[in-house]
């Protein structure tokens, strides 16, 4: 471990989506201090087109991104952890994360917070959040963070539009999906949900995989993946039946 550093540093939030690239290109656009970049590695919950991004945004900026790990993956709080408190004590793994017991998030928190207190006595974080998204800074309470997409009055679509501009395309995944997260992540829309089995099927069976490891709900509504997996064939067979364009555009479905 190094030693804390005591000046104010400037840290740079990345989580590797459109808002966070445009905001370290804004930053780096305006000459603005930066001392250290951030990335929390998911491991293999981030899309493989993810680590190919993190890659090319360092080499293009010259910045070197730190890759932040969890002492313990994703996959061990999922299937292994023995939980040794509170109702569900003697449960080993905590299953699909979910509104109530977000273990991911926590675990995510824990991992930068203490590499900000192991390193840095005070700092100053940008946050990529855009100009459309006010909101999330006008909850967030720590007077020290900066918001430069925000400062400037860049929109999602705007930070979007920029990182194209600099050739970052994260390999189309913005074509088919709103975030680019964790792409098994069971908190997201059911429309990006489709889009996975019908555009990604190789991540599909992994996520057919994952149940298969786990009695746990992947959804909220009591959803299993199979569940899912048999009403997206359904309904890939109605749409084809009715030969619909625009269903099989909405759906990510290449009609054959
Ligand atoms: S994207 Fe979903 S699975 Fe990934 S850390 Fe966030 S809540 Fe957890």
């Known amino acids: 471990m190094r030693s804390v550093e005591n000046d104010l540093k400037h840290i740079v939030s990345f989580s590797g989506g459109k808002d966070s690239t445009a905001m370290l290109l804004l930053l780096l656009e305006q000459n603005k201090p930066i001392d250290e970049v951030v990335f929390f590695d998911a491991g293999s919950w981030d899309f493989p087109e993810m680590r190919h991004h993190i890659d090319k945004v360092e080499k293009y900026t010259g910045v070197k991104i730190t890759r932040l790990q969890a002492q313990k993956s994703f996959d061990y709080w999922m299937f292994e952890h023995l939980v040794e408190n509170g109702k569900n004590k003697g449960r080993v793994g905590y299953g699909f994360p979910g509104v109530k017991l977000r273990w991911c998030t ?30 999330r800074a006008n909850k967030n309470k720590d007077k020290s963070n900066i918001y430069p997409l925000i400062e400037s009055e860049i929109s999602e679509n705007q930070a ?13 995944l913005y074509e088919h999906f709103r975030r680019v997260s964790c792409w098994c992540c069971p908190l997201q829309q059911i429309s990006e949900l489709r889009k996975l089995y019908n555009l990604y099927p190789d991540l599909w069976k992994k996520l057919e995989d994952m149940q298969k490891r786990t009695n746990s709900y992947f959804r909220m509504d009591g959803k299993r993946v199979e569940d899912l997996t048999k009403r997206f064939e359904a309904e890939k067979l109605q749409i084809s ?6 269903a099989y555009t909405q759906c990510g479905i290449m009609k054959t």
């Open 106 to 135: 926590r675990e995510k928190i824990r991992t930068i917070n203490n590499y900000m207190s192991n390193n840095y006595k005070t700092i100053s974080t940008y946050i990529g959040y855009a100009f459309d998204e006010q909101w």
């Open 241 to 246: 039946l009715f030969n619909n364009d625009e």
């Open 160 to 172: 979007l539009a920029m990182c194209y501009n600099y050739g970052f395309t994260w390999d189309g």
